[in-house]
């Protein structure tokens, strides 16, 4: 189970866009990251190399944890908002939530659940 303390680490550091610092520091060596009940994406390393692929791709990037964060024994649910703002002038913005277990101070298996409509990039609307 996470500390509190853990918990606000990571959503921290999630919140300051730094999310494959945060894979490297707060996921297992074997982690499962899991999209829609998609295939999985297993280990932390192949974590770290989507979000920095995906960093590389926006021109900038807004992270929001929106609270309450609910916590159960090793597993924790985390409502996100995100928004991409890509070079080409689009822009995703999308929901999630993140269904975590825990293992300690670890997340061992993700599974976000969200509309793939929201994926679609979008004209920026001033």
Same mark, same amino acid.
């Given at each position: ?12 550091? $999630?919140?300051?866009? /730094? %999310?494959?610092?945060?894979?490297? @520091? ?5 982690? *499962? ?8 994406? $297993?280990?932390?390393? /192949? %974590?770290?190399?989507?979000?920095? @692929? ?5 021109? *900038? ?66």
């Amino acid at each position: 189970m996470p500390s509190p303390d853990t918990l606000s680490r990571f959503i921290d550091k $999630v919140e300051s866009n /730094a %999310h494959d610092e945060a894979c490297e @520091e707060f996921y297992t060596s074997d982690a *499962s990251m899991q999209e829609n009940q998609g295939l999985p994406r $297993v280990g932390r390393a /192949a %974590h770290v190399a989507r979000e920095r @692929e995906v960093l590389a791709r926006a021109k *900038s990037v807004s992270s929001q944890c929106i609270r309450p964060v609910f916590v159960n024994g090793d597993y924790v649910v985390i409502r996100w908002r995100f928004r991409f703002e890509w070079g080409n002038g689009t822009e995703t913005v999308m929901e999630e939530l993140a269904y975590q277990r825990w293992e300690g101070d670890r997340i061992a298996a993700e599974t976000f659940f969200y509309d793939p409509v929201q994926r679609t990039p979008r004209a920026i609307v001033p």
